[in-house]
């Protein structure tokens, strides 16, 4: 349906604004072809909800959108943050000068707004972006709010490894480090860098991401320390840069399923391969010829507590714990894991996000899945609807699920 205002003059507007309720007012607010002077005096309305759809009109003018920038309402806020970062890649680049840094500097004054959550939008709308100023995006990195940070952390090309860095030196919190160390690209300094903290989780991430280059001596490092931490394990076992000594010493300590595909990898000389299969034979006779299951029987005593949820689920994934994540998708969708595998194995978004939706997980927790445990690309990645809301429809995503059944 056509808002009302579309096709009327100035005229007609203004004597539709003069005697209008909330309706009237909101519908032009919205609409696109609304002037520019009614836009700039509706951005002074008294409603928010007006104040909010002036904020969100690409054909608001700026000098509209700078005393919105003031707002009272962070909604109102939030709304314009998202507009002016959208708008960034369609700006010509011969567009004048002056407009182009008077955008840049609301970013800035949006950048530093007092909410976290108007910058987290900014943040979340700029992550990708090749068309933001580096020193926006550099303070974004640097914000106290993980929710602010974290996004352009593990996105944003702009970074470069001197400011990842800085922001890891400066002590940042852990799922800002996991976001660097999930980044689809990672150097060797900046693997050093997140391996000198010792963070758990974060090595963890770091140790999972098959596209984070870690010299072989942090490697050993890792090894060094590793024996007491168990989400390190598997994707340390999995890393193809570890050495022959870091391979016999974490044959010391793994677990039986984990020593065994260690014993199977064929980018080991043939000693260490057959030490490693022996180990792998007094396991097994010493259990009884039972290859353990611990992570399983973990995922078995966290779900009859009632513990398998999003928040152990987050867990797990930023520490790269894919085999408890497979186990946890396994129980929760009442489905073999050997299925749950093969879902994941086709890294396909609509796949894992109805797989997530079958366990009862949240949509945000689908998506770290697509991300972490199915290698999805950012671009490729299937988004939320509304922020939170899964973006398929029941019938759609039971298809999916269909698929493999």
């Given at each position: 349906?056509?808002?009302?205002?579309?096709?009327?003059?100035?005229?007609?507007?203004?004597?539709?604004?003069?005697?209008?309720?909330?309706?009237?007012?909101?519908?032009?607010?919205?609409?696109?072809?609304?002037?520019?002077?009614?836009?700039?005096?509706?951005?002074?309305?008294?409603?928010?909800?007006?104040?909010?759809?002036?904020?969100?009109?690409?054909?608001?003018?700026?000098?509209?959108?700078?005393?919105?920038?003031?707002?009272?309402?962070?909604?109102?806020?939030?709304?314009?943050?998202?507009?002016?970062?959208?708008?960034?890649?369609?700006?010509?680049?011969?567009?004048?000068?002056?407009?182009?840094?008077?955008?840049?500097?609301?970013?800035?004054?949006?950048?530093?707004?007092?909410?976290?959550?108007?910058?987290?939008?900014?943040?979340?709308?700029?992550?990708?972006?090749?068309?933001?100023?580096?020193?926006?995006?550099?303070?974004?990195?640097?914000?106290?709010?993980?929710?602010?940070?974290?996004?352009?952390?593990?996105?944003?090309?702009?970074?470069?490894?001197?400011?990842?860095?800085?922001?890891?030196?400066?002590?940042?919190?852990?799922?800002?480090?996991?976001?660097?160390?999930?980044?689809?690209?990672?150097?060797?300094?900046?693997?050093?860098?997140?391996?000198?903290?010792?963070?758990?989780?974060?090595?963890?991430?770091?140790?999972?991401?098959?596209?984070?280059?870690?010299?072989?001596?942090?490697?050993?490092?890792?090894?060094?320390?590793?024996?007491?931490?168990?989400?390190?394990?598997?994707?340390?076992?999995?890393?193809?840069?570890?050495?022959?000594?870091?391979?016999?010493?974490?044959?010391?300590?793994?677990?039986?399923?984990?020593?065994?595909?260690?014993?199977?990898?064929?980018?080991?000389?043939?000693?260490?391969?057959?030490f490693l299969t022996k180990r792998v034979k007094k396991r097994i006779a010493k259990s009884g010829g039972k290859v353990q299951e611990e992570v399983r029987e973990q995922v078995m005593v966290l779900g009859q507590r009632?513990?398998?949820?999003?928040e152990a689920m987050e867990q797990a994934l930023l520490s790269g714990q894919n085999d408890f994540v497979i186990e946890a998708l396994a129980l929760r969708a009442e489905m073999p894991a050997d299925m749950i595998r093969?879902?994941?194995?086709?890294?396909?978004?609509?796949?894992?996000?109805?797989?997530?939706?079958?366990?009862?997980?949240?949509?945000?927790?689908?998506?770290?899945?697509?991300?972490?445990?199915?290698?999805?690309?950012?671009?490729?990645?299937?988004?939320?609807?509304?922020?939170?809301?899964?973006?398929?429809?029941?019938?759609?995503?039971?298809?999916?699920?269909?698929?493999?059944?």
């Amino acid at each position: 349906m056509e808002a009302p205002a579309e096709g009327l003059d100035y005229s007609a507007q203004r004597d539709m604004l003069a005697n209008a309720d909330l309706t009237a007012r909101l519908q032009l607010a919205q609409a696109a072809d609304t002037r520019p002077e009614i836009l700039y005096f509706l951005a002074g309305d008294e409603a928010v909800e007006v104040r909010q759809a002036v904020a969100a009109n690409p054909a608001t003018p700026m000098q509209a959108d700078e005393i919105l920038m003031e707002d009272a309402d962070d909604n109102v806020r939030g709304d314009l943050a998202l507009k002016i970062a959208r708008l960034l890649p369609d700006m010509p680049d011969d567009e004048q000068e002056k407009v182009r840094e008077l955008t840049f500097d609301m970013l800035r004054s949006l950048a530093s707004d007092q909410l976290p959550r108007v910058r987290a939008l900014l943040a979340e709308e700029l992550k990708s972006s090749h068309h933001v100023p580096h020193a926006i995006i550099r303070q974004l990195a640097l914000d106290a709010a993980v929710i602010v940070s974290a996004p352009v952390l593990e996105y944003s090309p702009l970074l470069s490894d001197a400011d990842l860095m800085e922001v890891i030196a400066a002590g940042c919190a852990q799922e800002a480090l996991s976001a660097i160390a999930n980044r689809s690209k990672v150097s060797e300094d900046v693997s050093d860098a997140v391996v000198a903290t010792f963070d758990v989780p974060a090595v963890a991430t770091l140790l999972a991401n098959k596209r984070a280059s870690i010299r072989e001596a942090t490697l050993d490092r890792i090894a060094d320390n590793a024996a007491d931490v168990q989400s390190w394990h598997e994707p340390l076992v999995m890393r193809p840069e570890l050495s022959i000594r870091a391979a016999r010493q974490v044959a010391g300590f793994v677990a039986s399923s984990l020593l065994q595909k260690l014993a199977e990898r064929n980018d080991l000389d043939q000693e260490t391969t057959r030490f490693l299969t022996k180990r792998v034979k007094k396991r097994i006779a010493k259990s009884g010829g039972k290859v353990q299951e611990e992570v399983r029987e973990q995922v078995m005593v966290l779900g009859q507590r009632m513990l398998l949820d999003d928040e152990a689920m987050e867990q797990a994934l930023l520490s790269g714990q894919n085999d408890f994540v497979i186990e946890a998708l396994a129980l929760r969708a009442e489905m073999p894991a050997d299925m749950i595998r093969k879902i994941i194995a086709t890294s396909s978004a609509k796949s894992i996000t109805a797989l997530a939706w079958k366990a009862g997980l949240s949509m945000r927790t689908a998506i770290q899945i697509q991300s972490r445990t199915g290698h999805i690309p950012p671009k490729m990645l299937l988004n939320a609807r509304h922020g939170t809301d899964y973006p398929q429809s029941e019938a759609e995503m039971i298809k999916q699920i269909g698929k493999f059944l």
